[in-house]
């Protein structure tokens, strides 16, 4: 397989296959951002935060380096291997990463799980994190076509769940969540975990309870492909954007079932970040083509995405997931 799968692929899977994750961070870093919540670390029903939002604002500086090595002339799947053969003799570059100051000066990432724990606690769901006994999906591995790898993370993955007495995940990030949901029971024979994407659970608390949403402001939205086609939740959004009082919503042609890819997603932003780039400035021009200055999407690799494609248009477009806008929008009971 040597020169055909980039060796981002492989990177990533000996990160989650060895490290639980995908960044081959330490738990505890994955698991630091719900500290001093009060969150029970067992339950029933549990808000499965994967891998993604926590880690993005990391993610960040990672592909800035990346984009910084292809643009100078290195071969980037040259330098991923660099990193690899770094990683099999102990030395963890992407955790020495972590530790550098992020780029921006503050992540801007991780207050999505914060928001979404608020608008769990706003309407009244019982739920639980595992913190870091919270492993993760697997998901890319499954996409980079390392099935073998990829069943005995299910296996393992499923095992443990149920060990620590889940029944019911409400998953926060796409990708997790469709996997856990739509790929794990071609896997698994005998699958019973009950597994709803955040905003679809959302969305069936909000039929049952009259709650109040009011956000007055003026948005666009950009579909996960995730979301849009594999989970095919895209009209879930649009039903809750469409409860929110005061909030406009301005779609492009390319939105939910035919939405437009952001470039990121199966490693593309780690094996080719020059073609990703693109990619995200074009979609950034088709959303800011409807005149707000605000992108409201789903998904912590899309966010990052099209705020590098704003960042290299110049546009001053703030990008901001559905959850955020849903806490700021729950004002209380009607």
């Not at 698994?188 to 608390?205: G, P, T």
């Amino acid at each position: 397989m040597k020169g055909v799968v980039p060796q981002g692929h492989f990177l990533l899977r000996d990160n989650i296959v060895k490290k639980d994750n995908l960044f081959g961070l330490p738990k505890k870093e994955k698991a630091k951002w719900a500290k001093g919540l009060g969150l029970p670390s067992r339950g029933e029903r549990i808000l499965f935060a994967g891998c993604g939002y926590q880690y993005m604002a990391y993610a960040e500086t990672l592909l800035e380096s990346v984009r910084n090595v292809e643009s100078k002339g290195v071969d980037v799947d040259r330098a991923v291997s660099f990193v690899r053969t770094f990683q099999k003799v102990g030395l963890n570059l992407a955790g020495l990463m972590a530790k550098l100051p992020l780029r921006k000066g503050e992540d801007s990432y991780t207050p999505v799980l914060l928001d979404a724990v608020q608008v769990l606690r706003k309407l009244g769901v019982n739920f639980a994190y595992l913190g870091e006994e919270e492993p993760c999906c697997g998901s890319p591995i499954y996409y980079s076509g390392f099935l073998k790898d990829f069943s005995r993370k299910a296996e393992e993955t499923y095992g443990q769940l149920k060990s620590l007495g889940v029944r019911e995940v409400i998953g926060l990030v796409p990708a997790c969540t469709n996997t856990l949901k739509n790929v794990y029971p071609k896997y698994i024979e005998d699958y019973d975990l009950k597994v709803e994407y955040f905003l679809e659970f959302v969305a069936r608390v909000l039929r049952e309870k009259k709650v109040k949403l009011r956000f007055d402001g003026e948005i666009t939205v950009h579909d996960p492909c995730q979301v849009a086609r594999y989970l095919e939740l895209s009209h879930v959004l649009r039903e809750i954007l469409g409860k929110i009082e005061g909030l406009k919503v301005r779609e492009v042609a390319t939105s939910m079932e035919a939405t437009a890819c952001c470039g990121g997603g199966g490693g593309m932003e780690l094996t080719y970040p020059e073609l990703s780039l693109k990619v995200a400035v074009n979609r950034v021009k088709e959303l800011a083509s409807t005149g707000v200055d605000t992108i409201v999407t789903c998904c912590p690799g899309c966010m990052l995405q099209l705020r590098e494609g704003a960042k290299i248009l110049g546009l001053n477009l703030k990008v901001v997931d559905a959850v955020q806008l849903l806490n700021a929008a729950l004002v209380g009971e009607a």
